[in-house]
């Protein structure tokens, strides 16, 4: 499986690209499961399915969060911002 290395980017434009292109990856992914028909494949290729499914699930899960954590520090970061600009 592809590394869409979500969280190894503290830009949040960049970390939201790459989530889009994770679920688009993931959609597609399960189109093509779909028509291969899970019933003609073989007990390892199913297991290495299944494993996948998974990390794209956690992958996904996490990269919800870490573009939400993104976009929360940025505000946070103009918001200190525009405080310090008033005190000084």
Known sequence: ??????????????????????NRYADRRDQLIGALGLDSLAPTQLSRIFADDDQIHEDLAWGHLYVAHLA?????????????????
């Open 1 to 22: 499986m592809k590394d869409f290395a979500i969280t190894a980017t503290r830009d949040l434009v960049r970390a939201a690209e790459r989530l889009e292109a994770l």
């Open 72 to 88: 929360q520090m940025q505000t946070l970061d103009a918001s200190l911002s525009a405080e310090f600009r008033r005190a000084a």
